[in-house]
């Protein structure tokens, strides 16, 4: 079923996985559209040719009504999408940096970090061809396995 706002006349459809329908625009009640207006037995579509009746009947008449947001509902969301989009874009950025980082193949750690060419040019310094660090790239700071 469709269902409207009283405040900026938001016309959507019915979110079935709340109880409660909430404007996504200005977070206000929403409520049924009266099955009068609209089309189909599941009134998932509003008749065009009383769209206009409906909203003047009961979405400009109605107490709460703005007319501000009324006018700039379709910017708001337009706005309230984008930024969305740009979380979501932040969001499959760290995704695909934490999937491109090693992790250990002892611990399954993701708190490695590479074995700088000092540290194991000092190790084999010291050690020579017996020293650990040679011939490796990683080190777990977790549990300290190199590989």
């Known amino acids: 079923m469709l269902c409207y706002c009283n405040k900026c006349g938001r016309i959507a459809q019915e979110n079935y996985n709340k109880n409660e329908q ?15 207006f609209l089309i189909g037995e599941r009134g ?19 107490p ?13 969301l337009d706005k309230q999408n984008a ?8 969001g499959r950025a760290i995704l695909r940096e934490q999937s491109c980082r090693p992790e250990c193949p002892t611990c399954h750690s993701k708190n490695v970090q590479r074995i700088s060419g000092m540290e194991r040019g000092f190790s ?20 300290g396995y190199t590989w």
């Not at 909430?22 to 009068?36: A, F, G, H, R, T």
């Not at 709460?64 to 708001?76: G, H, S, V």
């Not at 930024?83 to 932040?90: G, L, S, W």
């Open 124 to 143: 084999i310094y010291v050690f020579g061809i017996f020293s650990n660090k040679f011939n490796k790239t990683f080190k777990c700071n977790h549990c």
């Open 83 to 90: 930024e969305y989009e740009a979380q979501m874009a932040r």
């Open 44 to 62: 998932i579509t509003l008749n065009k040719e009383f769209k206009q009746q409906f909203i003047d009947d009961y979405i400009k008449s109605s």
């Open 22 to 36: 909430i404007c996504d625009c200005c977070n206000s009640m929403m409520q049924y559209v009266p099955k009068q």
């Open 64 to 76: 709460e009504f703005d007319q501000y947001l009324f006018d700039q509902r379709d910017e708001i």
